[in-house]
């Protein structure tokens, strides 16, 4: 029952309760629930270190600002979802101190210097923005600060760099600046009360219309929803954008234009559908690559911006779990709507988001793992101490154990012969798929044995240990894929998830070469499995030679077999088309008696697809009411 909770950490531990401590309670969570270890983790500090350690500060450019001075660079370390720009630009009108700014990049040096040069003597500020793309100038600029005496600088002078983080940034200049990072808030209570650290009091007061603050209050609020949907991976957006501040700027001054417009008009009501459309299409859609993600954002406009939010403490979410309701309040003082932002719960759920509950369990397992991988690569890598095995006698075992298991490689002659006895011959399209993955397999299976072979010779002292081997070393160790090896073959979360996928996807091809074509196709078995499901549109359209059938004019249909079929107990394959397996759904499950997408179950993330059929039709013919069309995504397995 422990197990099932949903904040199994706040729990009592059966058994164990009064004997654990608080670091103890976090590897008893880390082991039965990983999702929750962070959370665990944060009680544990809180309790350690105390509460400030585990909260989110707002940044203030002004109080960094007044900690420097004319020799200490600020230098903001970007990061997605965050860029200071706006607020530095926004401190130096503040301060009626003007501000020279390049972007760098090749040849950028040159206006710099001039900046830097015209800067440090008239009391101006330089923005050198993008410095990872012009490191060689950067120690340039730590001698300048260094070698430059005091009196030829002026007070007010001061350099502001923006940066990703790099690992030939000068370390000199790090040193002797301050360090700033502004990373994306994390969870809706701190994203809006970064917004309404920018929102002051003045910016409220620009238009008299009480719509106005309403709207202001929704954009922040819609602002931290797409910010924060990021965190869920594939299944938040299918490409991670990098919507930051300066989208919510523009959005709040086009809603600021539009309201004034509508007050000198003296209209009743904004104009819904360009207000949506400017914010879901041109603001946040100029960022948007993705077609089911501009779906996403369409709906998010239309959820909340229409008629019913002007209406005075308009519910945007009711939390059904706990009863908290998310509303917007109703003042015309600042502090009226940060005070409400504080008493927001810390912690969320994913429906707020239009995501099931189990979208918490993704976005915490892989925060978890994430913070693990760090905490595993930062260890100490030396020799191994007291009686256990040391960290190159664990390698040596582990390329031993899999040496003994690694597959043999296919052989050239054998296969071009037994592909000639495949029914059709070697250019069926679908024979040709099967050569071409027979070819890839065999560099896989090659490259590591060699890695493997090498590595047991370097640790024995034969050959030199370096580049790759080095590599390999600290992947297998730490029961990691080497680096070589993932850019020839598929992605794994583990070595050993990935060596049984190879061993299985050997075993696919070989009983195809040489026991003819199977009644089910494993597809996420295939190195290239759109190539796969284009043969299978070629063969197809062969067969309707005689209908005249042109290959540009055939697409691809499927349907889950109903009943829902097993591909173990398949009889025969389909007459045209193919079956395929190995399939998952992420964020909903298929229910056969129904025969159609339900809900999946609490804490079930991933549930199996039954055997799909799938062959090609003619675009015409092709069924279009009552169907989905899931993206399909390829995922560590």
């Not at 040496?403 to 002659?413: A, N, T, V, W």
Request: contains cysteine; hydrophobic residues 40%.
């Amino acid at each position: 029952q422990w197990y099932d909770q949903e904040a199994p950490e706040m729990a009592k531990v059966p058994d164990y309760e009064d004997r654990l401590s608080k670091f103890e309670r976090m590897c008893v969570v880390k082991t039965f629930r990983e999702d929750r270890t962070l959370v665990a983790a944060a009680d544990y500090i809180s309790d350690a270190l105390g509460q400030r350690f585990v909260e989110s500060v707002p940044l203030s450019m002004e109080k960094a600002w007044q900690e420097s001075h004319k020799k200490c660079p600020l230098i903001c370390l970007l990061s997605p979802g965050s860029d200071p720009t706006k607020l530095i630009e926004d401190l130096a009108k503040k301060k009626k101190i003007k501000t020279l700014g390049v972007s760098m990049g090749q040849g950028q040096e040159v206006i710099a210097r001039k900046y830097m040069a015209t800067a440090s003597v008239e009391g101006q500020w330089v923005l050198l923005q993008n410095t990872h793309l012009g490191l060689g100038y950067l120690t340039e600029v730590e001698q300048f600060l260094s070698k430059t005496e005091d009196s030829a600088l002026h007070d007010d002078f001061r350099l502001w760099v923006t940066a990703e983080p790099h690992p030939q940034f000068p370390i000199g200049l790090l040193q002797m600046g301050i360090k700033i990072t502004n990373e994306a808030p994390v969870g809706m209570k701190a994203g809006l009360r970064a917004s309404y650290q920018w929102v002051n009091q003045d910016m409220l007061d620009v238009v008299s219309r009480q719509e106005w603050r309403q709207l202001l209050f929704v954009m922040c609020f819609l602002h931290s929803i797409v910010q924060e949907r990021r965190k869920f991976g594939p299944i938040g957006w299918n490409v991670p954008y990098e919507f930051n501040a300066s989208d919510l700027s523009a959005c709040t001054q086009f809603l600021q234009n539009h309201l004034l417009e509508m007050d000198a008009k003296k209209a009743p009501a904004p104009t819904w559908e360009t207000v949506r459309y400017m914010i879901s299409s041109i603001q946040y859609g100029g960022r948007i690559t993705d077609d089911f993600d501009q779906l996403l954002m369409d709906t998010y406009a239309e959820k909340y911006f229409h008629q019913g939010v002007l209406q005075p403490n308009y519910e945007l979410y009711k939390d059904d779990r706990s009863g908290f309701s998310y509303r917007v309040p109703d003042s015309t003082d600042i502090d009226a709507f940060r005070a409400a932002v504080e008493v927001l719960p810390g912690q969320e759920s994913p429906e707020i988001f239009g995501l099931h509950p189990n979208a918490d369990l993704t976005f915490r397992t892989l925060q978890v793992q994430e913070g693990m991988a760090t905490i595993l690569d930062t260890m100490p890598k030396g020799a191994g101490t007291g009686g256990g095995l040391s960290r190159e006698e664990t390698v040596d075992h582990i390329c031993e154990d899999l040496l003994s298991k690694i597959p043999p490689l296919f052989d050239k002659e054998e296969v071009r012969d037994r592909l000639k006895k495949l029914p059709g011959g070697p250019t069926q399209p679908l024979t040709v798929h099967l050569r071409q993955e027979i070819d890839r397999m065999n560099i896989i299976i090659k490259l590591a044995t060699t890695t493997l072979q090498n590595l047991r010779l370097a640790i024995a002292g034969t050959i030199a240990l370096s580049g790759n081997l080095i590599d390999a070393v600290d992947a297998l160790f730490m029961a990691r894929i080497p680096e070589a090896w993932l850019k020839k073959s598929w992605e794994a979360a583990t070595l050993g998830n990935w060596f049984s996928g190879l061993l299985q996807r050997q075993d696919q091809l070989a009983r195809w070469l040489t026991m003819g074509r199977p009644r089910a196709y494993w597809l996420t078995g295939f190195f290239n499995p759109q190539g796969f499901l284009t043969a299978m549109k070629q063969e197809v359209n062969r067969k309707h030679a005689a209908d005249k059938w042109a290959l540009d004019d055939v697409v691809m249909t499927s349907e889950v077999t109903h009943p829902p079929k097993e591909f173990e107990t398949l009889k025969e394959s389909p007459a045209e088309g193919v079956y395929i397996y190995g399939l998952f759904l992420d964020g909903c499950a298929w229910s056969g008696r129904e025969n159609k997408l339900v809900d999946p179950e609490p804490k079930k993330l991933y549930c199996p697809l039954p055997v799909l059929y799938v062959t090609g039709v003619q675009a015409k013919d092709k069924k279009r009411g009552g169907i989905y069309e899931a993206p399909s995504y390829r995922v560590k397995s």
